[in-house]
């Protein structure tokens, strides 16, 4: 496969895309679990939700 003159200009674009992404899907994930923690704490600091549900219920 030749991607002739702009080859250095593709396969970089293509790097960088693949690390913003990569970057995003651990952002996300480290902020799940951020917010999975402070909810766990805020129900055994006697907070509730509405929907009645706990935590361990969203499995």
Same mark, same amino acid.
């Not at 250095?8 to 917010?35: C, E, G, H, K, P």
């Given at each position: 496969? *030749?991607?002739?003159? &702009? =080859?250095?200009?593709?396969?970089?674009s293509y790097l960088l895309?693949? /690390?913003?992404?990569?970057?995003?899907? =651990?952002?996300?994930?480290?902020? &799940?679990?951020?917010?999975?923690q402070q909810l766990h704490?805020?129900? =055994?600091?006697?907070?509730? #939700? #509405?929907?009645? #549900? *706990? /935590?361990?219920?969203?499995k």
């Amino acid at each position: 496969m *030749s991607l002739g003159p &702009y =080859a250095n200009f593709i396969v970089t674009s293509y790097l960088l895309v693949a /690390a913003v992404v990569a970057m995003l899907i =651990a952002w996300i994930a480290v902020d &799940y679990r951020r917010q999975k923690q402070q909810l766990h704490e805020l129900e =055994a600091g006697g907070v509730l #939700r #509405r929907s009645g #549900r *706990s /935590a361990t219920d969203l499995k």
